[in-house]
């Protein structure tokens, strides 16, 4: 571990010891990997880069936001306007219209799955959902490649706002995405007023006898985690990061500007965590499974939450000199189909929609790949999850040829042998 | 909402073969009683767990995996208690069963927990959460659902009786809970109630997708809405108003089929039809759900048994034969399909009695094995992907609901204050919610954050729960141990049995007994110190 540095602050010692002991028995790179692994963790300490992953649960419609289609039965009553980028967006995004110089629209992802769960794993994965193996998502995969090595933090790397995300799969339960909800409240979080540090660590004391004890039995990985997620609670209990949460702390302008809901809560929290040095978070917004009225539920309560919150996180990300190197993913499981069905709604659809991309170095302004008049198919090159997580991993300074050998010795890549999307890479 | 439905309803042509061993074509309604079926229950028992033992026991040979030992008895009652009860035993149960000599204590103590209230209280609990979740819509009564799952369990109802109950179920929400089940499922045409009555009692999971590249892919698009088509005639009406509010499920004399639109965009009609292939003849004047329900029950239908048989498996040993364990098919083989029939069979030929299925699984060699991985069995680890092969017991994560009535088993606490079970299970009911997050999607679908990750750690730290548990309120189990005249060691001991069903080591008592010794604080603190110790360790917190 040569490559930690040397003065690691007082408060963080412990924390790194906690993951030192779970790291040892987890999933780890494949041996002869292991140096470049040590090797990268420095590099991206200097570089500190971040992910910060907007889920839009349900499946957003692509036709209604940023691919729009207005000379097509398809096109819905939205009327496209022109944007600071290469392309016209939904005239109900209008703040977002001015920023898309800075983020670039991928219009020809194609990615099969056309179910809420399995598009959930295939999105966050970049894998197939799998019968034998569980993927890790991509939180947890920045998570473990650089989240511990951050010097200093002391709050979880992989932080999912207001809603549910993906798990860790093999890269095990310390890099499990810690959930909280989008106004930052954690229960809990700190002991009774009456345990004073001293009793605090009596119980720790005690609580070591009695967990390796039944560590040394060999049960499998659930007890070691356990021991490690108590180390990353401990962390979380004594820190003072932790005022990272309170969004209340942001002026009433600045959170009004972001929208006074749980969207716009949630990304202010997440630019409040990010500048903190948490390495990826997730913040959700529910209510694009329109199958049902689509087109007023967007209209008034969707596009205006979006619009409001993403252009306030985009701007102050750029204003501070973190968008260069904070990725941003704004995405669903899959986009909606384009015909618009008997109860003026649309329903699932993989087979060709967008993903907004930006931030992380990756070339903003532009629109990549493009779907046929009507949106149903994509025309020329169509790009899967796989070649997004390629790209994603590349913007975040991830090597994706590194190999994971999972527990059972099978040899897993980082992506799914994705292509880099060129256009992006400037 | 539309769905793209998959190669998973590939399997119908699999699937209503006849059972194997089973006597093909017995009417639902004419079903023989369990008294005909088996003359002598216990023998049955032993013969089935044997031919399963046999399976495991060649398979495991195959892949050159050696078994862990059998389990202690400390081990085993804790983890049967847990399984079947949903709390650790408590300290007088624990003692009485570790002095009994009697050689078939192990099963003996299956079927005593079988005829408890706790045995009720938790299944209930599962099957609520299974049903409707934690949160479900408004409405739908969760507490009048769980009332009536309880009401099932207590007269022994059959599991075919209880699935026919559910699917076909009218009346006011409060009078027949039954109907809360649907309750909750009907909004978007009732497309969720459709896949979810698939996946939750047949294993089948018709939303999902891969249907593309699917040479039957139209086929299959029908076959989904020719079973939604069966929730056709299904209303749901309100009167009153917050406070008075009566909520009904009704069967409506609606005769029109379901229209559906194809990925063309063509409109297409679906008349119900069951998977075999049998339209309703006269749809329009049928109770369609009544039809429907007649027919997931019929003992030759595969489909409703080895779900069920793979969810209790997966209940008992942390991973069922498939995964994930509700979704079957031949696009995801059981790995042990022998097992898997022949409970399944078994199971049927019970007249669908889950008690019968419940001591057969415990009854297993797999069941009695150590968690201890040994040499010769480190590969069997499914919690790091490799398929199950059950040379050993998996640890498995107590759920929420485990880990709240265990506390209370521990430390006695909560018990002043509630009025009776209703009360007690509101406040954790409450409780609970908060940990529920959702998805976002239409489809009800939601999660726990209370699932071994930092919510539950710090819950488990620092939370009011915990803090009742390690206080010195009189008549808490901890005031009781410590008002007992014995030395420190003794004393540890007893904590040790109450949290964790065993005794420390050596190591840990000499551990331990001097933290006790040299701390600062009162002895009373330093023993409650220990006990949040304990509470808060692996070992109480995962069922093993």
Redesign the interface.
Do not use: K
């Given at each position: 571990m040569k490559h930690l540095p040397t003065a690691l602050p007082a408060m963080n010692r412990r924390h790194f010891l906690g993951h030192l002991s779970s790291i040892a028995s987890l999933a780890v790179p494949a041996m002869h990997f292991a140096d470049r692994i040590q090797l990268h963790a420095s590099q991206l300490r200097r570089s500190q880069r971040a992910c910060i992953l907007l889920w839009m649960g349900g499946g957003p419609s692509h036709i209604d936001t940023w691919d729009p289609k207005p000379e097509s039965t398809n096109g819905g009553p939205f009327r496209p306007i022109a944007t600071s980028g290469a392309m016209q967006i939904s005239e109900h995004l209008p703040r977002m219209a001015k920023l898309m110089h800075l983020m670039s629209v991928i219009r020809s992802m194609s990615t099969r799955e056309a179910d809420h769960s399995r598009g959930r794993y295939k999105m966050h994965t970049g894998y197939t959902p799998s019968n034998t193996i569980q993927h890790p998502s991509l939180g947890s995969i920045v998570s473990h490649q650089m989240g511990t090595k951050v010097p200093g933090l002391s709050l979880p790397s992989f932080i999912s706002v207001g809603g549910a995300s993906e798990g860790p799969g093999f890269l095990g339960m310390t890099h499990a995405p810690f959930s909280i909800s989008s106004n930052g409240q954690v229960s809990n979080l700190k002991p009774p007023s009456h345990i004073k540090p001293v009793r605090l660590r009596q119980r720790l004391e005690m609580l070591r006898i009695v967990e390796n004890h039944f560590i040394q039995q060999k049960r499998g990985l659930a007890p070691t985690e356990h021991k490690a997620i108590y180390a990353q609670t401990l962390d979380l209990i004594g820190s003072a990061q932790t005022e990272a949460f309170n969004v209340n702390k942001e002026t009433q302008t600045i959170r009004e500007r972001y929208g006074e809901n749980g969207f716009g809560r949630g990304c202010l929290l997440a630019r409040r965590l990010v500048e903190t040095g948490v390495s990826f978070v997730e913040v959700n917004l529910g209510g694009w499974d329109n199958h049902r009225d689509i087109f007023p539920v967007l209209k008034d309560q969707r596009l205006p939450e979006l619009d409001q919150a993403m252009s306030a996180l985009i701007e102050d990300l750029n204003q501070r000199g973190l968008l260069e190197t904070t990725t941003l993913i704004w995405m669903g499981e899959f986009g909606r189909t384009p015909r618009i069905n008997a109860n003026a709604g649309r329903d699932h659809w993989p087979r060709s929609w967008s993903v907004v991309v930006g931030g992380g170095g990756l070339q903003g302004g532009q629109s990549i790949g493009k779907t046929d008049q009507d949106g149903i198919e994509v025309v020329g090159k169509a790009y899967e999850a796989s070649d997004l997580f390629a790209t994603l991993c590349h913007s975040l300074k991830i090597p994706s040829d590194i190999v994971y050998t999972s527990r059972t010795g099978r040899p897993v890549k980082i992506t799914d042998n994705g292509q880099l999307i060129k256009p992006l890479l400037g | 909402?539309?769905w793209?439905v998959c190669s998973c309803i590939g399997m119908v042509g699999w699937a209503i073969s006849p059972l194997i061993g089973a006597e093909p074509g017995i009417p639902a309604s004419d079903k023989p009683s369990p008294s005909i079926l088996a003359a002598s229950p216990q023998a049955e028992d032993q013969s089935v767990n044997i031919l399963v033992d046999q399976y495991i026991a060649t398979s495991l040979r195959e892949q050159r995996l050696r078994p862990s030992a059998r389990s202690s008895d400390m081990e085993y009652i804790r983890r049967v208690y847990l399984d079947i009860v949903g709390h650790i035993p408590p300290l007088e149960e624990l003692e009485s069963f570790l002095k009994n000599k009697d050689r078939n204590k192990r099963s003996t103590i299956v079927n005593q927990l079988m005829e408890t209230d706790g045995y009720i209280h938790y299944w209930s609990d599962i099957w609520t959460n299974l049903l409707v979740g934690r949160d479900p819509p408004r409405a739908a009564s969760r507490e009048h659902l769980t009332a009536w799952v309880s009401d099932s369990l207590s007269t022994g109802q059959s599991y075919d009786q209880f699935v026919y109950d559910l699917v076909s179920a009218t009346g006011e929400r409060e009078e027949n809970g039954a109907v809360n089940f649907l309750l909750s499922h009907l909004n978007?045409q009732a497309t969720p109630a459709t896949a979810k009555i698939s996946q939750l009692f047949l294993g089948m999971?018709l939303?999902?997708?891969?249907?593309?590249d699917h040479p039957f892919n139209q086929w299959k698009q029908d076959q989904f809405w020719q079973l939604n088509a069966f929730f056709r005639q299904t209303r749901q009406t309100r009167e009153g108003d917050d406070e008075t509010l009566k909520v009904k499920l009704l069967n409506s004399d609606d005769p029109s089929p379901v229209?559906f639109?194809r990925r063309s965009?063509l409109?297409s009609v679906a008349f119900p039809t069951l998977f075999d292939g049998t339209l309703i003849e006269d749809f329009s004047d049928t109770n369609r759900r009544r039809a429907l329900a007649l027919f997931l029950i019929k003992p030759e239908n595969r489909w409703l048994s080895e779900a069920l048989v793979n969810r209790m498996w997966g209940h008992f040993f942390g991973y069922g034969f498939?995964?994930?364990m509700d979704?079957m098919g031949p696009h995801?083989p059981p790995t042990h399909p022998e097992v898997l029939r022949q409970l399944a069979v078994d199971f049927v030929q019970s007249n669908f009695d889950v008690k019968h299925l419940i001591r057969t699984i415990t009854s297993t060699e797999a069941y009695h094995r150590s968690?201890?991985?040994y040499r010769g069995n480190e590969?069997d680890?499914p919690?790091?992907?490799?398929?199950p092969s059950f040379s050993r017991m998996?640890?498995k994560?107590m759920t929420a609901e485990q880990l709240y009535r265990s506390l209370i088993i521990a430390t006695q606490a909560d018990q002043a204050g509630a009025k009776n079970n209703k009360d007690a299970d509101a406040r954790r009911d409450r409780w609970l919610k908060?940990f529920v997050?959702?998805?976002?999607?239409?489809?009800n679908?939601?999660?726990t954050?209370f699932?071994?990750?930092?919510?539950q750690?710090?819950?488990m730290?620092?939370?009011d729960l915990m803090?009742k548990a390690v206080g010195v309120d009189p008549g808490s189990l901890l005031v009781q141990i410590l008002q007992e005249n014995t030395s420190d060691a003794e004393k540890i001991r007893r904590l040790y049995l109450v949290a964790?069903c065993r005794y420390?080591?050596l190591?840990?008592l000499n551990?331990?007994k001097r933290?006790v010794s040299t701390?600062?604080?009162p002895r009373l603190?330093?023993f409650q110190?220990?006990f949040?110790?304990?509470l808060?360790?692996?070992?109480f917190?995962?069922n093993?």
């Open positions: - | 909402m539309r793209h978007d999971r939303q999902c997708t891969q249907c593309h229209y639109e965009g409109m498939t995964h994930p979704d995801n968690s201890v991985i590969r680890d919690a790091s992907g490799s398929a998996y640890v994560q908060q997050v959702t998805f976002g999607t239409d489809e679908d939601e999660t954050t699932d071994g990750t930092i919510p750690a710090l819950m730290m620092n939370g803090q964790l420390p080591s190591q840990e551990g331990l933290v701390t600062n604080s603190i330093a110190d220990l949040w110790a304990l808060n360790s692996n070992e917190m995962l093993h």
